[in-house]
């Protein structure tokens, strides 16, 4: 298969962690016969250095042509520590959602048997938690109407929802949990809010269509709990554009590390791939940002296009470089010398050669001498 992909790095680390993803992506088109072609743009902080706006047209027309789109990170303190900044690398992410029309966000959240340690959770609570939440990415409060008065003492933010966007999001959730476990959990605030009134309406019209699957509710401050509580008892979440946003960053502690958490915003026509991570710009260059995120992510853009064998590959690397503590100092303090681009060697070789002995990946990769 022949691909072009376009690559959004971003900023802080975003560069950084996106070039081990293309690392195995290489990987992979050479061990399955796939050719994919990477073609680079700049978006958010470093592109209103550049271009004095955070999506440059030349990055969003070349989006629009591309098959995916891999993207890094973006964020600069310069911005976030700015409140009266009126350009900030947010609105470029924002807008590119907008113009490809990526209505739905994909996250997986899986943890994993040799990192129940590094959780803060009690392990016997999150032992096989393996959960896809469904978040509506372009609709909700994040694009509602915002006025400010002319003193700048009251502020508002429009929530709104149509019928035509809540039903596309749920097809696609109700679809993922008929190949899982069958199970929905529509996440809202139907007690208070009217938004999530017409969700409620909505996802139950929808879930009429697809009899094999159960549909359960929780209200969003429920949900956050017993995603701390009790993680297993979720398959598919389904929820609006802020509570998703919210309840999926939460779920990073049960892997034990956002840089674990990768996702899929996809459409009708176009389709992004990033890791949840924000840019960590105090990681900037310190080799010390895991890569493991953006690799997933990649995984997720091989399944997107049906290369389901390419995309188990590379999660059986990355399951083995877990299982080595080849990783980042945020999941392995003993070993502080593997590096972001230590990871990514080591998935990459592991796609080269799967069945070398684990000693010899893990002896080359720790920078030890060994005999092979």
Not at 130 to 146: C, H, P
Request: with cysteine.
């Amino acid at each position: 298969m022949k691909l072009n992909i376009a690559v959004l790095p971003g900023d802080g680390i975003g560069p950084e962690v996106t070039d081990q993803a293309i690392k195995v992506l290489q990987a992979i088109a050479l061990e399955f016969d796939h050719t994919f072609i990477f073609k680079q743009a700049s978006v958010g902080a470093i592109a209103i250095d550049e271009t004095g706006s955070p999506l440059p047209d030349a990055t969003l027309a070349l989006c629009k042509q591309s098959d995916a789109v891999l993207f890094g990170a973006i964020g600069d303190p310069k911005y976030d520590n700015n409140p009266n900044a009126k350009v900030r690398p947010e609105q470029g992410l924002l807008k590119l959602r907008k113009e490809l029309g990526l209505f739905a966000n994909i996250r997986p959240v899986k943890a994993y048997d040799m990192l129940l340690d590094k959780s803060p959770l009690k392990k016997e609570n999150i032992k096989n938690t393996d959960i896809s939440i469904y978040r509506e990415l372009t609709g909700g409060i994040y694009f509602g109407e915002k006025k400010l008065n002319d003193t700048e003492t009251v502020a508002s933010d429009l929530c709104e929802y149509s019928q035509e966007e809540i039903e596309r999001i749920t097809h696609l959730a109700f679809k993922a949990a008929q190949t899982r476990r069958k199970k929905v959990t529509l996440v809202d605030k139907a007690n208070v809010l009217e938004t999530s009134r017409l969700w409620r309406k909505v996802v139950k019209q929808v879930a009429a269509q697809y009899s094999d699957v159960e549909l359960d509710f929780l209200f969003v401050d429920n949900a956050a709990m017993q995603m701390i509580l009790n993680p297993k008892q979720f398959d598919v979440i389904l929820t609006e554009n802020m509570f998703g946003d919210i309840i999926s960053d939460e779920a990073s502690v049960i892997g034990g590390s956002i840089g674990l958490l990768a996702s899929a915003s996809v459409g009708n026509k176009h389709a992004m791939f990033e890791p949840i991570h924000g840019s960590y710009p105090q990681a900037k260059g310190k080799g010390i940002a895991n890569p493991v995120a953006s690799i997933l992510s990649a995984a997720m853009l091989l399944d997107h296009f049906k290369l389901h064998n390419e995309a188990n590959m590379i999660r059986l690397g990355v399951e083995k470089s877990l299982q080595l503590q080849i990783t980042t100092p945020d999941l392995n303090t003993k070993h502080e010398n593997i590096t972001t681009d230590k990871v990514g060697n080591f998935i990459e070789d592991f796609i080269s050669h799967p069945k070398d002995t684990n000693l010899n990946f893990a002896n080359i990769h720790l920078g030890q001498s060994t005999i092979i």
